[in-house]
């Protein structure tokens, strides 16, 4: 069963910086995508990067492009979301989810695409 565990939210200042974990256990193969998605008071739920773990393809939206970076650490079996320059309108309930797939060109990268879902860790940014 995969399992996706989220850590390091919090509050943070506008301008400030935040660095999430997602904890990913019982792929039974390689060929899958991690995403992080967020939700915000109000607003439907929508991605912010996702990662394929076979081809290390990326996807980030023009939000957060040059703010937000993925990396991971395989030995650790965690995907972290560095969180640079952040703004207000930032804050949201920020998920851990995946999906099955090679690359992330082409794939569904939104909600409806993932299977799996971490339960989430808060991210509030102050003005």
């Known amino acids: 069963e995969v399992r996706l565990v989220e850590s390091g939210g919090g509050l943070v200042q506008a301008g400030g910086s935040l660095k999430l974990s997602c904890a990913a256990s019982?792929?039974?193969?390689?060929?899958?995508?991690i995403a992080w998605l967020r939700q915000a008071p109000g607003k439907e739920r929508e991605a912010v990067v996702c990662?394929?773990?076979?081809?290390?393809?990326?996807y980030y939206p023009d939000s957060v492009k040059g703010r937000f970076t993925v990396s991971s650490d395989n030995a650790k079996n965690t995907v972290y979301l560095q969180m640079d320059s952040l703004e207000p309108e930032d804050t949201a309930n920020y998920y851990c989810?995946?999906?099955?797939?090679?690359?992330?060109?082409?794939?569904?990268?939104?909600?409806?695409?993932?299977?799996?879902w971490g339960k989430g860790t808060l991210v509030t940014v102050s003005s």
């Open positions: 989810a995946a999906t099955w797939g090679r690359t992330v060109f082409g794939a569904l990268v939104g909600p409806a695409g993932m299977e799996y």
């Open positions: 019982g792929f039974t193969h390689d060929d899958y995508i």
């Open positions: 990662v394929s773990n076979s081809d290390n393809s990326t």
